[in-house]
């Protein structure tokens, strides 16, 4: 009455921990949806590959041509294998740091909440 203080403090919408949690949290999911995107959405296919590659030196008649042909296709298709694995690994660096971040924001609150 005459001699109590309201405990109802008018906190403000978002404090500066807040801030800081939530634009940690924004780098994560930018970082995850694109790093989703490339390794799953984004299929850079060439469009030789997608061809039957003895079609593609059935016109040429010199053996070393066609040796070079196919060869340049292998390697092509072996680089287009290591960025995809490239892309399959950033993906799953991303989701094991956001899930951590997740978790350890998770116990942080839990631990909080216990203490009081």
Do not use: C
């Not at 999911?29 to 059935?58: C, W």
Request: proline share 2%; glycine share 6%; charged share 20%.
């Amino acid at each position: 009455m005459a001699g109590e203080t309201t405990s109802n403090s008018t906190k403000p919408f978002m404090t500066a921990r807040s801030k800081l949690w939530l634009g940690i949290l924004v780098v994560y999911l930018l970082l995850f949806i694109s790093t989703g995107y490339l390794a799953f959405l984004a299929r850079d296919h060439s469009p030789t590959l997608d061809q039957n590659s003895e079609k593609l030196v059935a016109g040429l008649s010199d053996e070393k041509s066609k040796a070079v042909v196919m060869n340049a296709l292998k390697e092509e298709d072996d680089e287009y294998d290591r960025r995809t694995a490239l892309a399959n690994h950033a993906f799953n660096i991303v989701l094991g740091s956001l899930l951590g971040f997740l978790a350890a924001t998770a116990v942080s609150r839990v631990g909080r909440n216990t203490e009081g």
